[in-house]
């Protein structure tokens, strides 16, 4: 979904590539599938929603009529049902040029109140199942000659914050792996980059909003440019990352907080 704001950036040569999208049913992933529509790409939705699923693709299917999409209903926490997604990718596609990892939840719970199970599920989410995909989609771009794998972490990935602990552990461990990853898979021609949001006005950070676990003033009193981001703005950051303009860049977490971790005076 688009946002309202200066004309988007457009890059001709993502035109008709393969893109997985993770989460795609909603905040951020889906932005992204909007962005990669624009650009003619063939897009494959990967979510467990299977109602958000079918929403988004006639979004897109009315937005863009000529668009190619296919639906993947799986867990990211379940490795065989992620491994059977990337393969019915590439059987429907013939390839896999972009993968987006956007699937996640929050976990914002003091440490001493913790359980296992909501820590588990945290890292399964948040860590674990970005592992998942980017070895999904690594072992298809390697077999190809190459890829771009986005991981969409969280500017608490670099800086930490009370009752996040899960949070914090998972996203700081989702741009290490990135890191990981970019410097093993480089000669096989696949780059690998984090995006770190800050606070994006996401169902996710409206529903934290709603039960009062964020205050939403107060964090725009916070950020320097006086705002939360959109999921639109989020989208044009990984349509460059994915694009030939950021050709010789891998191995990176590319902050887009508002200025959030660069503000060490409130």
């Given at each position: 979904m688009a946002d309202s704001g200066p004309a988007p950036a457009a890059y001709a040569d993502l035109r008709g590539k393969v893109v997985v999208c993770t989460g795609a049913a909603n905040g951020i992933?889906?932005?992204?599938?909007?962005?990669?529509?624009?650009?003619?790409?063939?897009?494959?939705?990967?979510?467990?929603?299977?109602?958000?699923?079918?929403?988004?693709?006639a979004q897109l299917s009315d937005r863009y009529p000529d668009v190619q999409t296919l639906c993947l209903q799986a867990s990211v926490r379940d490795d065989a049902a992620v491994e059977q997604a990337y393969a019915?990718?590439?059987?429907?596609?013939?390839?896999?040029?972009?993968?987006?990892?956007?699937?996640?939840?929050?976990?914002?719970?003091?440490?001493?109140?913790?359980?296992?199970?909501?820590?588990?599920?945290?890292?399964?989410?948040?860590?674990?199942?970005?592992?998942?995909?980017?070895?999904?989609?690594?072992?298809?771009?390697a077999a190809q000659g190459g890829g771009i794998i986005i991981n969409t972490a969280s500017m608490y990935g670099v800086v930490a914050a009370p009752e996040r602990a899960a949070y914090c552990a998972a996203k700081a461990g989702v741009i290490a792996l990135t890191k990981s990853l970019a410097v093993e898979w480089a000669s096989a021609g696949i780059r690998v980059n984090?995006?770190?949001?800050?606070?994006?006005?996401?169902?996710?950070?409206?529903?934290?909003?709603?039960?009062?676990?964020?205050?939403?003033?107060?964090?725009?009193?916070?950020?320097?440019l006086g705002r939360l981001g959109t999921p639109g703005?989020?989208?044009?950051?990984?349509?460059?990352?994915?694009?030939?303009?950021?050709?010789?860049?891998?191995?990176?977490?590319?902050?887009?907080?508002?200025?959030?971790?660069?503000?060490?005076?409130?």
């Amino acid at each position: 979904m688009a946002d309202s704001g200066p004309a988007p950036a457009a890059y001709a040569d993502l035109r008709g590539k393969v893109v997985v999208c993770t989460g795609a049913a909603n905040g951020i992933g889906r932005a992204m599938l909007d962005a990669f529509a624009r650009h003619e790409c063939r897009l494959a939705l990967l979510d467990m929603d299977a109602e958000g699923l079918a929403a988004a693709q006639a979004q897109l299917s009315d937005r863009y009529p000529d668009v190619q999409t296919l639906c993947l209903q799986a867990s990211v926490r379940d490795d065989a049902a992620v491994e059977q997604a990337y393969a019915d990718a590439r059987s429907r596609f013939g390839r896999v040029d972009i993968t987006l990892n956007n699937a996640g939840i929050s976990m914002n719970k003091p440490a001493l109140e913790l359980t296992g199970e909501e820590w588990r599920r945290a890292i399964d989410i948040d860590l674990s199942g970005v592992f998942y995909c980017c070895q999904s989609a690594g072992r298809i771009m390697a077999a190809q000659g190459g890829g771009i794998i986005i991981n969409t972490a969280s500017m608490y990935g670099v800086v930490a914050a009370p009752e996040r602990a899960a949070y914090c552990a998972a996203k700081a461990g989702v741009i290490a792996l990135t890191k990981s990853l970019a410097v093993e898979w480089a000669s096989a021609g696949i780059r690998v980059n984090a995006l770190c949001p800050g606070y994006i006005r996401t169902a996710l950070v409206d529903g934290l909003i709603a039960r009062g676990a964020l205050d939403a003033d107060r964090i725009a009193a916070r950020v320097p440019l006086g705002r939360l981001g959109t999921p639109g703005e989020m989208a044009e950051v990984a349509l460059f990352l994915a694009s030939d303009a950021a050709r010789y860049t891998t191995g990176h977490a590319l902050l887009s907080d508002g200025g959030w971790t660069a503000n060490g005076y409130l």
